[in-house]
């Protein structure tokens, strides 16, 4: 069933620079669900090297950049950097310093290959290190919220939680390290509250390219060196969208939490977005996580066909085996990076074992990638996570 589509240019919803905007209009609820070999192109397992010193959790900080892999743990039992070659080998840990316990943000400066770990929401400083693991610099100043780097520019901005004047609600996005809201963007809204768990925006990288989300209006910002490149603008269905008026009228603000408290089906906005040539993947985010959880879905901008990320099947282009966690409760970002060109996810190796168990059960399978012939074969559950990287179909 093909789901509720259009797509064009919007003069409206131009911005005071004329940025180009695209708009689209989805209906989640009629997400396709499809097979892998009707999405995918190419699947690779890569089994990240299993010691102790490359142990780390599910929710570290993933980043992939042609020939290296990086993990930067930052969890209670350690901080530190895990370099990968593109086989999954260690080829390096970084142990952080034990005074930076709040160390936890990563980027990459892809011309350079350089490596920086910041703390960007509380200390504008980081350390460098080059893709040998290497420190270059060990206290480099950037821009306060610096949350990345375009060639020699970085990517920042700052968020103002509670409001300085009643005529001016706003956060502003910085750019450069220099406000530019008049030539990039004035993001408005109401910010005398804070709801649980709520990003005002989150920027993702797919390689070189950035992309900005904004909560409650459903637009993805692609952004280049001179600021806003394009915008993609996403139309849901009434039952599923806030008012067109949230951020505005008075009757929501200071009462956004009872809102969603009362409307528990509505999305909030679209998190952990990636991009790949002719497809974004992004999370469906609802405030209320308990009853309705989140949804990852996959949109072809060439077709619009709107894909379940949840209910794409596998089938014999990766002998029958799963790609990413779906236990949503405890891991909600199966999505973890994108190079550019594919998107990455873990998979823990246990749940690569009971699904090959179950396939030879059923006589489903007895195929496996060679590179998990130790993990399946000798059942080492306790093994690290597994990379999958995907290349998904430029059209589907």
Same mark, same amino acid.
């Given at each position: ?67 290296r892999i990086m993990v ?170 806030? @008012? &067109?008026?949230?951020? #505005? ?5 200071? *009462?956004? $939490?009872? +809102?969603?408290?009362? /409307? ?44 379940n990320l949840e209910f794409?099947? @596998? &089938?014999?282009?990766? #002998?029958?085996l799963p790609f990413f966690? *779906?236990? $949503?409760? +405890?891991?909600?970002? /199966? ?62």
């Open positions: 069933m093909l789901f509720w589509l259009a797509s064009s240019l919007s003069a409206a919803a131009q911005s005071e620079d004329s940025v180009l905007t695209r708009e689209f209009r989805i209906s989640p609820a009629h997400a396709q669900h499809k097979t892998m070999q009707e999405v995918v192109e190419e699947i690779e397992y890569i089994p990240l090297e299993s010691s102790k010193k490359s142990e780390f959790s599910i929710n570290s900080h993933v980043v992939v950049d042609n020939d930067y743990h930052f969890f209670t039992n350690g901080r530190y950097l895990l370099l990968f070659d593109s086989n999954g080998k260690l080829t390096k840990r970084v142990d952080m310093p034990k005074e930076l316990k709040n160390n936890r943000h990563i980027f990459l400066n892809r011309e350079k290959r350089e490596i920086y770990i910041s703390i960007a929401d509380h200390k504008p400083s980081a350390r460098v290190y080059n893709y040998d693991g290497e420190l270059l610099l060990d206290d480099h100043t950037l821009p306060a919220g610096t949350c990345g780097k375009l060639g020699d520019s970085y990517i920042s901005y700052q968020v103002h939680r509670y409001r300085y004047d009643k005529d001016t609600p706003y956060d502003l996005l910085y750019y450069k390290g220099k406000e530019v809201s008049g030539k990039w963007m004035h993001y408005k809204r109401d910010t005398s509250e804070l709801l649980r768990g709520e990003n005002d925006m989150q920027v993702r990288f797919s390689g070189k390219l950035p992309i900005l989300s904004t909560i409650y209006n459903y637009k993805l910002h692609f952004l280049g060196e001179a600021g806003v490149d394009s915008v993609y603008r996403f139309v849901l269905p009434k039952n599923l969208s806030v @008012p &067109d008026d949230f951020l #505005d009228n008075k009757l929501y603000i200071g *009462k956004k $939490y009872e +809102f969603f408290k009362d /409307n528990p089906a509505k999305i909030a906005s679209f998190q952990n977005h990636y991009h790949t040539p002719n497809n974004l993947v992004f999370k469906l985010d609802h405030h209320d996580f308990y009853g309705h959880g989140v949804t990852d879905v996959i949109y072809n901008t060439i077709t619009g066909t709107l894909v794409l099947q @596998p &089938d014999q282009t990766n #002998d029958f966690e *779906k236990d $949503y409760f +405890f891991n909600n970002t /199966n999505i973890v990076a994108s190079d550019g060109t594919n998107i990455y996810t873990l998979v823990a190796p246990a749940t690569l074992i009971e699904a090959y168990r179950n396939n030879k059960a059923n006589n489903i399978t007895d195929k496996f990638p060679a590179s998990l012939e130790k993990i399946l074969k000798n059942e080492r559950y306790t093994d690290n996570y597994v990379l999958v990287r995907i290349k998904l179909k430029p059209k589907f």
